[in-house]
């Protein structure tokens, strides 16, 4: 198989990663970076550090010169660094060295590769945020239709008390509206462009180092840091931590759901299952398993991630290779993720009578708690919990239903205690606000 998933024409379609496979490609940093040298150059001619005829051919050749990435792969290994080799590709390929001696006049490569980083990941957070709508709209959607369909909600894999499946799919998706709302401070704190020079002082900058880099950022629609962030991660970090908090949540919910289609449970179907090579019966939770599967894959990564970002002193090559292996990877790993949650959204359906059977079974024993407090009404508490406790016991060893065992021994036990639509508590009304919540979206 390929080294990644993610680059895998077998595994195109198991990890597919939308429109955001393309933001990290050789040639999609390429671009990017040319983008960044384009736009410093047309705000140095602005300021007077460099001839503005100059920076407006630099500019121009920024947007209409392509540079191969294997033509500089040979410097990028010599160097450790592709900037070197791309500044040197861009100046032969502008073909005027009036001109092209200005190129990265006063950058030094990291201020290219982060700024370049920051303008894809600009992208994917975009293409991520257009997939959190679809998904939390189809779940609202949902969860409104079922709010008061009423299921047995599970702790440690076991019955606890009645929920509704409109409750279930809002706990998928309260999350993912959380995410939405987080974005925009994420960018504000994080989308940062990066212009600090050699060692992070700007000395190469000349006297214009703030105006610089204050044009940089508003030529490129990036945030301007007031500082370098050379060596301080804080940026790509939290990027990352938003990745992995969506992440989460969505492996959440492909757990749950491979759980729910469970032959023993079988209270939903997922609109979208594999099949067996050898097993005609067989409908696999495909879209779930992978969401997990990327959830455990971005957590090693990040990991890696969290060791990245300690530098030794004022640039570490160490930590800023490690950076690179694993960026490209988290956001994919999410991008996958989001794909298989946008069909999963559109195409899972509750089995009501499944439902209510589970709720049937087992002696009636997901009342328990609902009969405590009956009981509490009773008697002190303490005891009204021993006697339901008790009850319990006596229904798994006589295997007679709760409900007959706690109403022969207390008559005036309304019948509600053990109806589970009665049992819900806040559960519908958590699915219609979650599905309020998703209409202004």
């Not at 379609?13 to 933001?23: K, P």
């Not at 894959?297 to 060791?307: H, M, P, V, Y």
């Not at 005891?383 to 798994?396: D, G, P, S, T, Y």
């Not at 007959?404 to 005036?412: F, G, N, T």
Request: hydrophobic fraction near 50%; glycine fraction near 10%; include cysteine.
């Amino acid at each position: 198989m390929a080294a990644s998933v993610f680059d895998s024409p077998l595994f195109a379609h198991l990890f597919d990663t939308g429109e955001a496979g393309r933001l990290f490609s050789d040639s999609a940093a390429i671009r990017a970076m040319l983008l960044v040298e384009g736009a410093l150059a047309k705000v140095q001619g602005g300021l007077g550090v460099i001839p503005e005829i100059s920076a407006a051919a630099i500019h121009r050749a920024s947007m209409e010169i392509a540079v191969d990435p294997g033509a500089i792969a040979k410097a990028t290994g010599e160097n450790g660094v592709s900037v070197p080799g791309l500044v040197a590709a861009f100046r032969a390929e502008i073909n005027a060295p009036e001109h092209a001696q200005y190129v990265h006049w006063g950058a030094t490569s990291q201020d290219i590769i982060d700024t370049g980083l920051m303008l894809r990941l600009r992208q994917a957070l975009a293409l991520a945020e257009a997939d959190l709508r679809e998904i939390a709209k189809a779940l609202g959607e949902k969860a409104e239709e079922h709010a008061h369909l009423p299921m047995a909600a599970r702790t440690y894999g076991q019955h606890a008390t009645p929920t509704s499946w409109g409750a279930v799919l809002a706990q998928f998706g309260a999350p993912l509206l959380d995410a939405l709302d987080a974005l925009e401070p994420l960018r504000a704190s994080s989308l940062f462009v990066s212009l600090s020079g050699a060692a992070g002082t700007g000395s190469a900058l000349g006297a214009h180092v703030a105006e610089t880099r204050a044009g940089l950022a508003g030529a490129l629609g990036l945030g301007d840091p007031g500082r370098s962030w050379h060596t301080d991660r804080g940026p790509v970090l939290r990027i990352a931590d938003w990745q992995g908090q969506v992440t989460a949540a969505l492996a959440h919910m492909g757990q749950t759901l491979i759980g729910l289609a469970t032959s023993e449970v079988a209270e939903i179907t997922l609109g979208a299952a594999g099949a067996s090579s050898t097993m005609p019966q067989k409908q696999n939770p495909v879209g779930p398993s992978a969401m997990v599967a990327l959830g455990h894959q971005f957590t090693g990564l990040r990991a890696g991630l969290q060791n990245a970002a300690a530098h030794q002193h004022q640039r570490d090559g160490v930590a800023w290779f490690a950076e690179w292996m694993v960026v490209p990877q988290l956001a994919l790993s999410l991008a996958a993720a989001l794909q298989h949650a946008k069909v999963l959204s559109k195409g899972i359906a509750p089995q009501p009578l499944q439902m209510h059977a589970t709720l049937e079974s087992n002696l009636g024993l997901i009342h328990a708690e609902a009969l405590s407090f009956a009981l509490a009404e009773m008697m002190p508490r303490p005891e009204a919990q021993a006697k339901a406790k008790a009850l319990c016991l006596e229904a798994r060893d006589k295997r007679v239903p709760l409900q007959r065992l706690a109403q022969a021994d207390y008559p005036d036990l309304a019948d509600v205690v053990f109806d589970p639509a009665q049992g819900m508590g806040q559960a519908a009304h958590d699915a219609l606000t979650f599905a309020t919540r998703t209409k202004s979206l």
